[in-house]
């Protein structure tokens, strides 16, 4: 089974421009990502997926191999679409460009044993605070008893009504998809669940599609604002210091 990771990179931000090449200890910050995922044994490619000139120019300086998509790609998913049309592989996992610490083994959980009834998978993370249930950043998933995905929403979900005694998870911004599962998404339009909650992952559960939810655990640490970028610098120093991380 080949498994190719694909970074989707866009520069536009509504929160943050630019922020794949946002500095983090003399590096940018899709340059930490890559390097992370490269760590995987079970991935043997690794691409940028981004629509700036600028990235696809920073890539080709530090030699990581990297595919121009279109503008006006709506989505993360649809980059990928874009990407895998002229790079082969029996499955592409998506990572979020983002996650700087990133743990390549987390990122390995998402690939299947192997491809018989594989269509599209997804890892989910416990929630371990109110705050992070609240947050409408953090997509909150639920799961059926075969681990298929039943639903994702911004609220928190289910409902506490009955019972307070539940594992709450949310989704992680890793994903494996077969060119099947990515052409189904690029040729489907939005339903109104998709719309609604704008979360891409709605529309295979709105068509019936299966999407495998994998639990990890995992405490995510994407850069969303100029708070959380402060934030992971300090912590790639520390780890730098600690020779935990290693620049080469």
Not at 41 to 50: F, R
Not at 51 to 66: A, F, K
Not at 161 to 170: A, E, M, P, T
Request: hydrophobic share 40%; net charge neutral.
């Amino acid at each position: 089974m080949r498994a190719v990771a694909i970074i989707p990179a866009r520069y536009g931000s509504s929160r943050l421009q630019g922020k794949p090449l946002m500095e983090i200890c003399g590096r940018p910050m899709l340059w930490w990502v890559y390097q992370q995922v490269k760590k995987s044994e079970k991935i043997q490619e690794v691409w940028v997926a981004t629509d700036s000139p600028d990235i696809q120019r920073m890539c080709r300086e530090r030699h990581m191999l990297c595919r121009m998509t279109p503008a006006d790609c709506p989505t993360s998913t649809q980059r990928l679409w874009e990407a895998a049309q002229t790079i082969p592989a029996d499955v592409y996992v998506c990572v979020n460009g983002d996650e700087p610490l990133i743990d390549p083994q987390v990122v390995e959980q998402v690939l299947p044993q192997g491809l018989e009834g594989f269509f599209a998978a997804n890892l989910m993370a416990p929630i371990r605070s109110p705050a992070e249930a609240v947050d409408e950043s953090n997509i909150k998933v639920v799961a059926d008893r075969q681990g298929n995905a039943l639903y994702f929403s911004r609220s928190p979900i289910p409902h506490p009504k009955g019972s307070l005694d539940f594992l709450y998870y949310k989704h992680l911004g890793v994903l494996a998809y077969t060119k099947e599962a990515l052409e189904f998404f690029a040729h489907t339009p939005k339903g109104p669940l998709e719309q609604v909650e704008d979360v891409n992952e709605l529309r295979f559960v709105e068509h019936g599609k299966p999407l495998r939810m994998i639990p990890v655990e995992s405490r995510s640490l994407s850069v969303d604002t100029e708070k959380d970028l402060a934030h992971v610098r300090r912590l790639v120093e520390e780890k730098l210091r600690q020779g935990k991380l290693v620049i080469t």
